[in-house]
């Protein structure tokens, strides 16, 4: 494995034991640059002070805010990628987790060998998505992202643009096109959808999937596809 000196990697652990197994881990993996938390004020203070590219997260942590709902804020701030680490392998933990658009997902206890092809498929996707943001062209001055076929989204004005022209799309269309530009080839679950799009409103998966059809018939070039039994993912 090539040496990876310029990766700083963020191990949110509350157990000594298992921070220190998992640190050995990545140093045999020649990872140099590792930081170490607690609990969520500890990460965040972290984050703050080191230049983080990825996050080892164990759900169980200390305090009053667990691992995912750390992952949640965090990704409300930061563009970090999280790896979970925990003992918990039940259906319902796995999907929470999933809903937070993580990255990937480890079940203790882990191996060399887990924890390597979780880092490669997570350095590779950051490499794809930080790629992607580049050939589309976010001017992050100008807020606008293209997205092929004469389509623009500005984030400013929040406004959809197809040759120029200005698109005439209801609330909950505009503000969902807003959510998939800002996480473009990105899977975005049906939860997660509800929360940025109708804050948690008590809404079906099929009011979703309807809004997104009415969307694509105003933006048949967008390249928006169905993740079966998941949600959404638009790519550039």
Same mark, same amino acid.
């Given at each position: 494995?090539?040496? =990876? &000196?310029?990766?700083?990697? +963020?191990?949110?652990e509350?157990?000594?034991?298992?921070?220190?197994?998992?640190k050995n881990i990545?140093?045999?993996?020649e990872?140099?640059n590792?930081?170490?938390?607690?609990n969520?004020?500890?990460?965040?203070?972290?984050i703050k002070? *080191?230049?983080?590219?990825?996050?080892?997260? /164990?759900i169980?942590?200390?305090?009053?805010? /667990?691992?995912i709902?750390?992952?949640?804020i965090?990704? &409300?701030?930061?563009? $970090?990628?999280?790896?979970?680490t925990?003992a918990?392998?039940?259906k319902?933990t796995m999907?929470?987790?999933?809903?937070?658009?993580?990255?990937?997902?480890i079940?203790?206890?882990?191996?060399? =060998?887990?924890?390597q092809?979780?880092? $490669? +498929?997570?350095?590779?996707?950051?490499?794809?998505?930080?790629?992607?943001?580049l050939?589309?062209?976010i001017?992050? *001055? *100008? =807020?606008v992202?293209s997205?092929?076929?004469g389509?623009k989204? /500005?984030?400013? =004005?929040?406004?959809f643009?197809?040759?120029?022209?200005?698109?005439? $799309?209801?609330k909950?269309?505009t503000?969902?096109?807003?959510?998939?530009? !800002?996480?473009i080839n990105?899977?975005l679950?049906?939860?997660?959808?509800?929360?940025?799009?109708?804050?948690?409103?008590?809404?079906? /998966?099929?009011t979703?999937r309807?809004?997104?059809?009415?969307? &694509? !018939?105003k933006?048949?070039? +967008?390249?928006?596809?169905?993740?079966?039994?998941l949600?959404?993912?638009?790519k550039?």
């Amino acid at each position: 494995m090539i040496l =990876n &000196k310029d990766v700083n990697i +963020l191990i949110v652990e509350d157990e000594i034991i298992a921070t220190e197994y998992l640190k050995n881990i990545l140093y045999s993996l020649e990872f140099e640059n590792i930081f170490t938390a607690e609990n969520f004020e500890e990460a965040l203070e972290e984050i703050k002070k *080191q230049e983080i590219d990825l996050i080892f997260m /164990d759900i169980n942590i200390s305090g009053s805010i /667990d691992g995912i709902n750390c992952a949640k804020i965090l990704n &409300k701030h930061y563009f $970090l990628p999280i790896i979970f680490t925990t003992a918990y392998c039940d259906k319902e933990t796995m999907i929470e987790a999933i809903n937070t658009n993580c990255f990937g997902y480890i079940v203790k206890p882990f191996s060399v =060998n887990e924890v390597q092809s979780s880092l $490669l +498929l997570t350095l590779s996707k950051l490499k794809e998505v930080k790629s992607s943001l580049l050939k589309e062209n976010i001017n992050l *001055q *100008q =807020n606008v992202i293209s997205l092929g076929f004469g389509q623009k989204f /500005d984030f400013l =004005n929040k406004t959809f643009y197809v040759n120029s022209i200005p698109i005439n $799309l209801t609330k909950n269309e505009t503000n969902l096109l807003y959510v998939f530009c !800002k996480n473009i080839n990105q899977n975005l679950s049906y939860e997660i959808l509800k929360e940025e799009v109708w804050t948690n409103k008590d809404i079906s /998966d099929s009011t979703i999937r309807d809004t997104v059809s009415r969307l &694509k !018939k105003k933006a048949s070039n +967008l390249n928006l596809e169905n993740i079966v039994n998941l949600g959404y993912i638009l790519k550039s």
